[in-house]
């Protein structure tokens, strides 16, 4: 079956860092556009960053500079790297897959279960 499992989050002050991680199975993992999306409580979901199959990458403007989004194709993982945290950056993370239906397939559309990220003094 298809899984995407987060991983990484935590307790860090502003100023501090973390990586998150995505293991992701049951998918053609390297034919995939994977994204972080991000919510905090009371808020929408937000995407966060996106990385193509082919490794373009593009980020929400408050994380530009900050974050960097990264897939490891041999692995099936996909990693955010988080500098620099700001209180507002505190969130639950998720990870997606979409298929997007480029190569004549079934568009699938696959959500991890979030890791918790906390950043606060």
């Known amino acids: 079956q298809v899984q995407l499992v987060e991983s990484g989050g935590g307790l860090v002050q502003p100023g501090g860092s973390l990586r998150l991680s995505c293991a992701a199975s049951?998918?053609?993992?390297?034919?995939?556009?994977m994204s972080w999306y991000r919510q905090a409580p009371g808020k929408e979901r937000e995407l966060v960053a996106d990385?193509?199959?082919?490794?373009?990458?593009d980020y929400i403007d408050s994380a530009k500079g900050r974050f960097t989004i990264s897939r490891d194709n041999a692995k099936n993982t996909l990693y955010l790297q988080m500098n620099s945290l700001k209180p507002e950056d505190t969130a639950v993370y998720y990870c997606?897959?979409?298929?997007?239906?480029?190569?004549?397939?079934?568009?699938?559309?696959?959500w991890g279960q979030g890791t918790q990220v906390t950043v606060s003094s």
């Open positions: 049951g998918f053609t993992f390297s034919s995939y556009v």
């Open positions: 997606k897959a979409d298929g997007m239906g480029w190569w004549g397939t079934k568009r699938f559309v696959y």
């Open positions: 990385i193509t199959p082919g490794g373009v990458t």
